[in-house]
């Protein structure tokens, strides 16, 4: 990387099933960075070197109220001294922001790391791409460099390329990767070795992931399996908590419930059904997102529902 001071990722086990000669290894691209961590970093990284070549002095980056990408691009503006403005879904956030920075780490996050936001409707968001919604961006806050939702763009997947290494794509026979808007997907489809299958776990309803990923990648060769069990983004339910706390019990290894538990869940139930084979040694990317743990229990816990038990760990 060019940009940022970091530790290198690193392959963990998460389980082995013994039974099936069937191992799974985690690879830790949330140690990467205390606040910019996986796959964050790795599609800011490029993103902030041409945003540097072209003399910018602003990033303007959009996002929810729990967004990674928020909090990731506040942090790495800071390091890198470049001013930053969230585009924020959901006006109400807005109407009385201390309270909502009282209640939410990911924007508490952002906001302490200086970055300035705008709140705005979702349906006004939807429109956050229209050539007429760009200009009046520039009316109001001028010239900026712009990364999309996500931060997915073909800077983003120089970046997301760069995660495997060559052991990773001679040693593993399956790669598995959780998809928001599939730019880490396609960094890992295009970086894997022929022999290897790499399986996309999206974390979205509805059929589209593999259209989006197609989009930066002229390989055909994966497989995307859709979220039909937890209700789509952000969503989950006790069943998906309680297997998080599990396997922080027997592994060490935190997952966040957005992407990285969905991945895990859905992983191990392709191979308790046969889908993937015997002998098969697994390597799922850790794509951080921890920072959001917090902000999920609290939700979780006005549900009155099952926490997260290792939130002090962050």
Known sequence: MNIFNHADSV???FKTFTDLDIIIDIKREDLLHRLVSGNKLRKLNYNLLEARDQKHH??????????????????AGKICGFKTIGIIRGDELGVRLEDTLRTNQTLKTAHDHGMQ???????????KDTAQFQKELQLEFGTFYNIPEGGTNHL??????????????????????????????????NSASPHQKVIVFSALKGDFMRDEILKYTHRSDFTVVDDTK??????????????????????????????????????EQ???????????????????????????????????RKLITYEDQF
């Open 230 to 267: 937890f209700g789509g983004y952000a969503r989950s339910n006790d069943e998906l908590i309680e297997f998080m706390n599990l396997r922080f019990r027997e592994s060490g290894i935190p997952l966040e419930p957005i992407y990285t538990a969905k991945m895990m869940y859905s992983l």
């Open 117 to 127: 936001f705008k709140f705005i409707s979702r349906a006004r968001y939807k429109d």
């Open 11 to 13: 392959n963990q086990r």
């Open 270 to 304: 392709l191979i308790n059904t046969g889908v993937i084979s015997t002998e098969s040694r697994i390597l799922a990317i850790h794509t951080g997102g921890l920072q959001g743990i917090t902000g999920y229990n609290e939700m979780l816990h006005k549900k009155g």
């Open 156 to 189: 983003a997947i120089k970046g997301t390329s760069e995660i495997l290494i060559t052991t990773d794509k001679t040693e593993y026979d399956v790669i598995a990767v959780a998809a928001g808007t599939g730019g880490t997907a396609a960094g890992i489809i």
């Open 58 to 75: 602003t990033i303007l980056t959009y996002g929810g109220a729990f967004s990674n990408h928020i909090a990731a691009t506040a942090a």
